[in-house]
């Protein structure tokens, strides 16, 4: 049976951000925070929403995990295969959402709590050489001078993780998860990963339950044939902008990219950083289009 890609975020919300998954979860996050924090020791999921037909047929929606740590810092995990462009404010957005949530009315600001986002790409996202960076909210001149640790971003590159020669799987918890969430894993190396990992082995072992209900297959399915339409989607249009630019000028050209892209419900934010025109441009051509 061929092995279902780990990295689709319909796929990785089941086998690692359902009530019950909470070994793996608490496996993986340990293995991606060990350079920053102490160990978590306890973690509960937040499941906020049923993933629908309607829900994985919108292109643009992000299916992230949710979860609170036993210190109370809240969690936000998100996979992005393809590049939508503005990563950087997404997760800022996210991590702005958490940290609202964390805090009820009536209470006080020393009430709100930290929040972590986890980002994996799957694209070449920052121009630095490691596959993982972590940031948070350093004083300029004083680089060891932290103004607040209720801010916490990763991003994990698993392109550069691919290309790196020399992974340790025997000895680093964050080399083994990402070689799992790699569907181009050679079958002995994934063997030899599950076997020393039990948390990893439990991730596995729902998957393969998974791959064979008929159910999670369709939706499975149907999310990886978005992915593809939408990229489809956007190249042709820019293709298609830029062809017919060769004649009508470039701000010409990047309307009729963004006309297009607009046709299929792409977010603003995708829109401005492909063509390079400001929201009032874009949401002014929006108008129109409604306006036809």
Do not use: C
Not at 25 to 53: D, G, H, P, W
Not at 75 to 94: C, H, P, T, W
């Amino acid at each position: 049976m061929k092995r279902l890609n780990p990295l689709n975020d319909y796929l990785f919300g089941k086998y690692l951000g359902e009530e019950g998954d909470e070994e793996q979860l608490l496996s993986f996050l340990n293995a991606v925070l060990k350079r920053t924090r102490k160990q978590v020791t306890l973690v509960k999921i937040l499941e906020n929403r049923v993933i629908t037909a309607d829900i994985l047929g919108d292109k643009t929606v992000i299916l992230d995990i949710r979860a609170i740590a036993d210190d109370g810092t809240r969690i936000n995990i998100e996979v992005q295969v393809r590049n939508a462009g503005k990563m950087d404010r997404r997760s800022l957005f996210y991590w702005s959402r958490e940290y609202a949530k964390g805090i009820e009315s009536g209470k006080t600001y020393d009430q709100l709590p930290n929040v972590i986002t986890i980002n994996i790409v799957d694209y070449e996202f920052l121009p630095i050489d490691d596959f993982h960076a972590s940031f948070h909210l350093w004083e300029d001149q004083n680089k060891d001078f932290m103004l607040t640790d209720a801010l916490e971003i990763h991003f994990i590159d698993m392109v550069k993780f691919r290309k790196l020669k020399d992974k340790n799987i025997k000895g680093d918890s964050l080399h083994r998860w990402l070689t799992f969430f790699d569907k181009n894993t050679p079958a002995d190396v994934l063997e030899e990963v599950i076997s020393m990992e039990a948390a990893i082995l439990k991730a596995h072992e729902k998957m393969s339950f998974l791959s064979s209900d008929p159910d999670t297959l369709r939706l499975y399915e149907m999310r990886e044939m978005g992915a593809m339409d939408y990229a489809s989607g956007v190249e042709h249009a820019r293709n298609e902008g830029w062809h017919e630019g060769r004649h009508e000028g470039r701000h010409e050209a990047m309307n009729d990219i963004a006309k297009k892209l607009l046709e299929l419900n792409t977010p603003i934010t995708t829109i401005s950083f492909s063509t390079g025109l400001d929201e009032m441009a874009i949401n002014k051509i929006m108008k129109d289009l409604n306006n036809a």
